[in-house]
């Protein structure tokens, strides 16, 4: 991602600098490319580890970096400022799918009509941040701390995992990036990985055909004191017990046919993390770069047609994926901020404050929900945001993990969404 094509120069320096923050964010490699677990800052912990428990529930949740335009994909086609405002790339009310009296769905997410039809998908409208937060760096900061005023600098989903006493870091595991989300920072150890085949030691393979890898590393890290020396064993331990997983086959099941590209690979790497049954309650997934300033475009073309297909296309073959283990996996989407009412010139949405959630899968009770504000046509006019995005997730904290709202969202009073039974 360029500044020229998203035309942000915040998010720009933001995807430059993942990689590189990597090294520092305890996520990346301890000797020779060595994935490892991640907690605060440099500091890894050392973790007595038992075998590895299966998980009832998994929350999966996709993150939709540089701040997805929710009015695209959750039309308010009753609304008549959206076709006054967006006199270009409003999308037409007779090509949108399951629209009722005054929603609708993007076409291009045709491929989740069957979820959609079985009553397991469902869309949050005027969701966000309770006070309008246009950086990115801030407001991703805010949404997955989710804790204002605290500089503990824990993350919610490291507050999910850590509400017990099992500390297995393959409880939690982020693919796509290797480097640990907000959301997953915190005292509770977790695995950032790409996708399962870095999940192992570096020269671990068929020339290794005596073991001497492992065996070396072992001697080598065996004794180190301090918070190097823990990780490292750590990171040895969590890949061994990651050993189920690697042995699932690459090969989707049910015929299920991922998108190409770093997004479909995740969404895969979900699947088979979730089949291998190792424990992972959590999985992180990121996707973008949705911060389309310029050419998020018509039906016809722009960046928005084409990830929304994407997408749609991906969601759509993990569920089938899954098979019957669909039954236990709730999915989330999450962006930092939703764009403004009104197009600007480059066929583009610039920074705004309200946004769509939308939920898949088991115990989603499908539908349109949320309450909404209207609209107003004006240069910097915003979806004001009408549900506190912690709503929505303390919804699922509670009847889908099992969690109280307080261990999760402390100081937080949600209020009832009814999105999940």
Request: proline fraction near 7%; glycine fraction near 12%.
């Amino acid at each position: 991602m360029t500044t020229e094509t998203c035309g942000c120069p915040e998010y720009s320096r933001l995807e430059g600098g993942l990689s590189r923050r990597g090294l520092f964010r305890g996520a990346a490699a301890v000797g020779a490319g060595l994935t490892s677990v991640a907690t605060v800052g440099t500091a890894f912990i050392e973790t007595s580890y038992a075998a590895t428990r299966s998980a009832p529930a998994v929350l999966v949740v996709l993150s939709m970096r540089g701040a997805v335009d929710g009015m695209s994909l959750v039309v308010p086609h009753a609304d008549p400022v959206y076709y006054a405002a967006r006199p270009r790339i409003a999308i037409p009310s007779e090509r949108l799918l399951a629209k009722d009296g005054f929603f609708g769905l993007h076409p291009h997410l045709e491929p989740l009509l069957p979820l959609w039809d079985a009553g397991r998908m469902a869309t949050v409208h005027a969701t966000g941040l309770p006070v309008p937060n246009r950086s990115h760096f801030a407001a991703i900061e805010q949404v997955e701390d989710a804790d204002p005023g605290s500089a503990a600098r824990v993350g919610w989903l490291n507050r999910l995992i850590g509400r017990d006493t099992y500390t297995n870091p393959l409880e939690a595991i982020q693919f796509g990036e290797s480097v640990t989300p907000m959301s997953l920072s915190g005292p509770q150890p977790s695995v950032a990985v790409s996708k399962v085949s870095d999940m192992r030691l570096p020269g671990a393979d068929k020339w290794d055909t005596g073991g001497r890898r492992p065996r070396s590393m072992r001697t080598m890290w065996g004794s180190v004191p301090g918070p190097l020396g823990a990780g490292a064993r750590a990171a040895m331990q969590a890949i061994a017990d990651f050993g189920p997983v690697r042995a699932t086959s690459e090969t989707p099941a049910n015929a299920a046919t991922y998108p190409r590209g770093d997004f479909g690979e995740s969404l895969a790497s979900a699947a088979r993390t979730i089949r291998g049954d190792v424990g992972a309650e959590v999985i992180a997934i990121d996707y973008g770069s949705w911060d389309h300033h310029v050419d998020l475009g018509t039906l016809a073309w722009g960046q928005m047609q084409r990830m929304t297909k994407e997408l749609a296309d991906g969601i759509a073959a993990f569920f089938t994926d899954l098979g019957p283990l669909a039954s236990k996996v709730t999915l989330v989407t999450l962006s930092e901020f939703g764009r403004r009412t009104k197009e600007n010139a480059n066929y583009g949405l610039d920074h705004g404050h309200g946004n769509v959630m939308m939920l898949f899968g088991a115990g989603v009770k499908g539908g349109y929900y949320g309450n909404w504000p209207g609209l107003t046509d004006e240069a910097n006019g915003d979806l004001l945001v009408t549900t506190d995005y912690r709503s929505v997730l303390s919804e699922i904290a509670v009847k889908r993990m099992g969690a109280s709202s307080a261990q999760v969202f402390p100081g937080f009073q949600p209020e009832p969404v009814g999105v999940l039974v």
